[in-house]
C-alpha cells in the first residue's frame, strides 16, 4: 500500500478563501468601478510618508533587507516603551501567529480558540497536527473569555484571542482579560491578536503591550495593514517577553520582512496625520453604517473595528452575489459558520454610500 502524500490532518485543512479581487470581478462581469469593503484594507489608500519612504528604499533592493529589522524595531520599542529584544517582526502579523505556535507548541498539545474566532489561529493548530477545543461564543458571537477558561487542560499550551475579533468587531474588556491571565496555570502562553488596535476608542479597551510589561505570560501581536495601509506590504510584528522573542527569532526565517515593507513600516509609524485621518474617516463610516442598517431594518453587531457584521434577510451567499454584480465587494461568512451574516469594512464616504444604495436595491 502506498503512503498518502499527506498526513491526515493535512489532507483535511480548507483552503483560506480571500475577498474577491476588484481586478478579477472587473474581469469577469465587463465594469470598471467596483469598489472592495471585503477584506478590513484602509480605504485611504497606504500612508503618504509611508510611499516616500518605499520610492527611496527601491534603490537599495539588490541588497537583502536587515534580518533584525534592527532600526523599525527600535523605532517601534521607543513608541511602545519596550525593549527591542521584545519584539518579533513578521511577514504580515499573521506569520508571528503561526511562529508562535511553530516555537512554543509540541507535539501532543491543545489549543483554546474561539468559535468565529479569526481563522488563521485555527490554520496554526491544524496545519501541526495539533489538538483544539473551540469554544462556544459569548455575546453577539464574540470571545467568552471566561469558557475560554474553562476549557483549558493539562495539555493546554496556548489560548488565541482576538481583540478585537474579525469577523465580529467585538471586543473583551481590560476586566475580563484580567480575570483571564490570573485564571490560567503556568504553562499556558496567551496569544492576544491586536491587528485593530489603533481604531479602538473605548475606554475599557486593554492594551496587550501593557500587559506584557506587567509580566503576563502574553504575545500581542499587531499590523501595518489596517491602520497604516500596508496590506500589500506585509508586515507586522509581536510584543512579548524577552525570552520568548528570543526563541521565536530561532524559528523565524532570517529575512521574513523584505526591506520595502521596512521602510514603509519605519515611515508609516510618524505619520499620526494619517492615522488620525484614517481613524476619524472610520468613525463616521461605522456611524453612518449603523444608521442606515436600522433604516434597512438589517440586524448588526456593533463594532469597535474598520468593519461590520451585518445579517443578511435572504441567504447570505445569494446577497453577495448580488452585490458583486452591481459591483461591490463584500464577504460572506459561512466559513465562519455564520451562514446568514456578511462582513462589510467601512470605507470612504463615497463607498459607503455605494455600498448601501446596492445593498437597498437589492432587499
Ligand atoms: C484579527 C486579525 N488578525 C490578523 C490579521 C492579519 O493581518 P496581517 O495582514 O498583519 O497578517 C487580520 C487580517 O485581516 C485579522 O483580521
Redesign the pocket.
Known sequence: MSRELVADYIARLVPYVPGKPMEELERELGITDSIKVA??ENPLGPSPKALRAIRAALKTLNRYPDGNATVLKEKLAGKLKVKPEMIVMGN????V?ELAAATFMRPGDHAVISEHA?V?YDLAVDSRGLSKTVVPPGKNYGHDLAAMARAVTDKTRMLFI?NP??PTGTMATRAEMDALLKSLPEPVIVVL?E??FEYVEDPAYPDGVELVKSGARLIA?R?F?KIYGL?GC?I?YGVMPAEFADYMNRVRQPFNTNSLAQAAAYAALDDDAFVRRSRATNRKGLKYLYREFKRLKLEFIPSVANFVLFKSSMEARVLYERLLHQGVIVRPMGGYKLPQWLRVTVGTPAENRRFISALEGLL
Not at 504580515?92 to 506569520?95: D, F, M
Open positions: 477584506s478590513n504580515g502579523s499573521n506569520e501567529l479569526f488563521v482576538a475579533n474579525n491578536d491587528a485593530y501581536t499590523t495593514s496590506a506585509r507586522g
